[in-house]
């Protein structure tokens, strides 16, 4: 039986929700999947950090308050993250990194990302930022390295579209995409069609936790505009950056443009697409866009997310799911490390 010795690199909701799954299906996993996981190390930037080489209790690890140095409390903590120390010299085989992104330069988490790769860690992410701004440079230290990248969770957390695509629908030739691909956008359009304001709409997502204090990211395309990038680079061959994509977010919709819309049954949708022209060439955008009852998006409502891909064999194949959620993300890196599992086993 195989076992995983695995490092978690930020322990917000996403890596917590993985240490929850392994406290939960260890041994069904061993049954089902051929390995188990054992966590060896964790670190992050507001709770400490903690090595165990010998293996970490999963279930106290879940166990642990959000509070500030909090992994202190547990033997062998510290408050302090060590970030590298735990990636390097945890002895882990496989690095799950799951912290802050910022959109312009992808740090602190390009950086994790590097370390694990060049210290010949498979690595496991659902971070936009790395992927979307540093991927060639990631996967080829992964080569030189020997090393697997996986980052299926960077587009749609546990909703399989990256793996979908390459593998289900090879063959297919795609030619195109357009998606959903931001929840609170598509929360917020669900709740102005229910009559409240965009500034109304946006207080519901924050007061339910789909929205961040700031939403500038989500309602003004940014988030989908990096989700755009990577997409078109991974499935069309495009070598798009982030300035590449035209981007128009949906704070310029009005409760006007809303009824307009509903009275010629259709509906506005904050759309991230990229299309291969006859030349081609790829052009990307991310905008609001009036969709017809017909269209296979148009049906998508509240924070789910979907994509739909223009094929010449199928025409629209179009897959949905949870675009977020803690424990839907962390299935995202249990399926990239099941990935990682089939290519070395062969299975």
């Known amino acids: 039986m195989t076992e995983y010795k ?6 917000g909701g996403v890596n917590r929700g993985l240490a929850q799954l392994i406290a939960d299906s260890n041994p069904s996993w061993q049954a ?46 510290s408050a302090d993250a060590m970030n590298e120390e735990v990636i390097k010299h945890s002895g882990a085989d496989i690095v799950a990194e799951a912290t802050f992104t910022n959109p ?19 690595l496991v992410t659902t971070n936009k930022g ?19 990248f996986e980052y299926e969770g960077a587009v749609m957390s546990g909703t399989p579209v990256i793996r979908l695509a390459k593998q289900a629908l090879a063959g297919s030739r795609i ?42 990211a989500d309602v003004e395309g940014f988030d989908v ?5 990577i997409l078109a680079n991974e499935l069309l061959g495009a070598h798009l950056g982030v300035n590449d994509v035209s981007c128009k977010g949906i704070s310029g919709l009005s409760a006007a443009d809303i009824d307009a819309a509903q009275r010629d049954g259709a509906r506005w949708k904050l759309i991230g697409a990229a299309q291969r022209s006859a030349d081609g060439s790829i ?6 866009r009036l969709l ?56």
Not at 6 to 11: N, P, Q, S, W
Not at 185 to 211: C, D, H, I, P
Not at 225 to 229: C, G, S
Not at 283 to 288: C, I, L, R
């Open 6 to 11: 695995i490092a978690l690199v930020g322990f």
């Open 32 to 77: 089902t999947l051929g390995f188990s996981l054992k966590i060896v190390g964790v670190t992050d930037l507001f709770l400490g950090s903690i090595i165990g080489r010998d293996g970490l209790d999963a279930a106290t690890l879940v166990r642990l308050p959000a509070a500030k140095g909090a992994f202190a409390q547990l033997p062998g903590g």
């Open 104 to 122: 312009v330069d992808g740090e602190p988490a390009t950086s994790f990302c590097r370390w694990a790769l060049q210290a010949g860690k498979h």
């Open 130 to 148: 790395p992927i979307a701004l540093h991927a060639a440079e990631l996967k080829a230290l992964a080569d030189a390295h020997g090393v697997r």
């Open 175 to 216: 030619k195109g995409f357009e998606g959903i691909l931001n929840g609170t956008s598509n929360f917020v359009l669900t709740r102005m069609e229910e009559g409240l304001g965009f500034a109304e709409a946006v207080s519901k997502a924050q007061a339910l936790g789909y929205a961040e204090a700031d939403p500038t």
């Open 225 to 229: 505009r990096l989700k755009v990038v």
């Open 283 to 288: 052009h990307a955008s991310v905008e609001p």
């Open 292 to 347: 017809k009852a017909e269209h296979p998006l148009a049906g998508i409502s509240e924070a789910i997310n979907a994509v739909s891909f223009d094929t010449e064999l199928l025409g629209a194949v179009t897959v949905s799911g949870p675009g977020a959620g803690r424990i839907e993300t962390a299935f995202a890196l249990l399926s990239d490390i099941i990935a990682i599992h089939t290519a070395k086993t062969g299975q």
